[in-house]
Nanobody, 127 residues
Framework: QVQLVESGGGLVQPGGSLRLSCAAS????????IGWFRQAPGKEREGVSC????????YYADFVKGRFTISRDSAKNTVYLEMSTLKPEDTAVYYC????????????????????WGQGTQVTVSS
């Protein structure tokens, strides 16, 4: 079993930056692929970025590539999502999730069922 806790969300103006954190716990959590997903009101949940346990493989959705960076700190058992050049369209609840799949399988293929999920953190991009 994996437990996940997100933090770092908040209100930021367009063009600003935020860093989200996903703290994982559980005896096997270090072996899981960790991903960031988001869901805006009225929209389906979508994959944002995922990172493998070895940190050698990452996935980025086209709509965030070049703006967001995912990283993993194994000592802290925490995955980060550094978001820059934020747009109003990035406004959503951001969730982290854990699964044993590869990064592309986890992040790029909905409906993203049967993952371990955190509670989510709200990101609002508005002037």
């Amino acid at each position: 079993q994996v437990q996940l806790v997100e933090s770092g969300g908040g209100l930021v103006q367009p063009g600003g930056s935020l860093r989200l954190s996903c703290a994982a716990s559980g005896s096997s959590s270090q072996y899981y692929t960790i991903g960031w997903f988001r869901q805006a009101p009225g929209k389906e949940r979508e994959g944002v970025s995922c990172i493998s346990p070895t940190e050698g493989t990452t996935y980025y959705a086209d709509f965030v590539k070049g703006r967001f960076t995912i990283s993993r700190d194994s000592a802290k058992n925490t995955v980060y999502l550094e978001m820059s050049t934020l747009k109003p369209e990035d406004t959503a609840v951001y969730y982290c999730a854990a699964d044993l799949a590869t990064v592309r399988a986890m992040c790029a293929f909905p409906p993203y069922d049967n993952y371990y999920w955190g509670q989510g953190t709200q990101v609002t991009v508005s002037s």
